[in-house]
Every structure is written in C-alpha cells, then in structure tokens.
C-alpha cells in the first residue's frame, strides 16, 4: 500500500516535510551510501536546544522536562513556565523510507557496527544518546502499553492502524508556534478556555534522538485526554499547545520524571504534559470537539 495510504488521510505538513527535504536536499548535498544525508547526520540533543536560562527555581532540573502539569491546571488565566524545543526540520534528521530503514540493523547489539557507520565516537555524548534511544526501544512496556519505533512514515502509519482499525480514518493533531521566537523557556499563559479533542483511542509519537529521524510511538489502554490548548508567553508568543493528561499512572515507574517535577506518587494524580512541535497525536477521525 505503500505511501499512496497517506492520500486517504490527514498529514500534518510537519511530517511531511521530513520526506520533501530529504529529497529535494539530497539532489545537491553529499549523501553516504545508506542514502543519509552527511549534513543532517547530527544528533540533536536537548543540550543544544537550550538558549535563554530558565527561572532559579528550576536551575537544577533539565529543561526538556518543564513540561509537566497537572489536570487542575488546565484552566483559563493560568500560567506557568514551558520549555518548547524548536529545531529547523530543514536540519533534522530525515525520515528514510520503509525499504531503507529495513536494510539498516537497528538494534542495541549492534551499537558498535552502528556508531563506525554514522561515525560516531564511542562514548561521545551523541553515541550515548545514540545507545540510549536503541535501549528505549528495546525495553519492555509497560502494563496497558503498546509501543513501537518507527523509523519511517510507513511503519508508523502502520502501527497506528493496527491500533485505530484498518478501515477507519486518522488524522495528526500537533502543537502550533504561531509566532516566531528564540525564546525556549519562559511562563506561558492559559488565554483561552482549552479545547478537548474527544477521541476513543490516541497514538502518542515522540521524536528520538538518532542519526535518522526515529519516532517512539505508543499506546496505553488507561483513558487519556487530549487538549488544544491556547497560550501566550510573557514575550507575546503564540502557541497554540497539544496537551496530555494520563489519568492513570499507577504503573508508571516511580523514577519517571514527571513525578519529580510534579511532587506526586504513581497512581495519585493525572499527570499532564505539552507536546513539542516535532512529537505529534494520532486520533480517528472524525473526533468530536
């Protein structure tokens, strides 16, 4: 079925342009032999995100997870502090197609044939990040999860239809930076009442960290909310958010991040987060609004 299935269905511009760049950029660029592109086979790591200096309070934590709220904060007038990354998909790593990323090895035992390839030094912090993610997609999941790492577009709609049906239609929803800002942290304001998407299923996709773009797609039979949420920085940025709420985190690993951020224990609360721009929801469409 191929790429032609994506004609049926609607695609968020985003991903999309994974595809469009990665073609028209290797008609002009050196390309390796795998058919990756040597000036976008860079690991983006959230260190490199970063510019502009968070609040004192949160000197100690990384900034990749300010992210984290909980469900009573979900309120008009509202404000707290958000780290949004915004990478340059033109400098991220591609998509590959099906055919490519399956002539690839990508497993965590075969991390040194795979470092000498994309010419990464063992223990640099990119071949950490390297390991890291090839680790991530080789844990079991949790309780409830269904999870894959899609190295390419066809693979993940793939998956997400073998979660929604075969025979029912999806669409991508995707945070929206409606202005343009160097700011990545700062406090954010509520400035609407937010929307909820109500949707029977959803298939979270979050960007991994490797010499190709991987996507670490999942599904949890535990209900889940799904918001659009409209905000406002104390610069005047413009975002309009897609948020998370996980209504149920009791088998959560108590080391998991958000419980830190947020001072709670597993299975206690709802825990909320905001989506990148480049990480993505997958729901059935139509949804209700």
Known sequence: MGLQFVANYVIFPY??????????????????????????????????????????????????????????????????????????????????????????????????????????????????AMEDTLRQCENKPIKGETKFC????????????????FDV??????????????????????????????????VACHTLPYSYAVFYCHYQKSKSRVFKVPLVGENGDRVEAIGVCHLDTSQWSPSHPSFQVLEIEPGTSPVCHFFPADNFVWVPSPVVN
């Open 15 to 128: 991903l999309l342009l994974f595809l469009i760049t990665s073609k028209q950029t290797h008609g002009s660029r050196a390309v390796q032999a795998d058919g990756i592109d040597k000036e976008t086979n860079v690991l983006q790591l959230h260190s490199m995100d970063v510019q502009g200096h968070p609040s004192s309070h949160m000197h100690h934590m990384d900034s990749s997870l300010i992210m984290f709220f909980k469900l009573e904060d979900l309120k008009m007038g509202n404000t707290m502090q958000v780290y949004f990354p915004k990478r340059d998909p033109s400098r991220s790593p591609h998509l590959l197609s099906k055919e490519k990323a399956e002539s690839i090895p990508f497993s965590l035992a075969q991390s040194p044939s795979l470092l000498k390839r994309f010419s990464f030094v063992q223990d640099s912090p990119q071949a950490k």
């Open 169 to 202: 239609n999806i669409k991508i929803l995707a945070t929206k930076h409606q202005t343009k800002s160097p700011t990545l942290i700062q406090d954010y304001t509520i400035c609407q009442v937010p929307e909820e998407i109500l949707a029977p299923k959803m």
């Open 150 to 165: 899609a190295t390419s577009l066809e693979s993940m709609l793939d998956f997400t239809r073998s979660i929604f049906g």
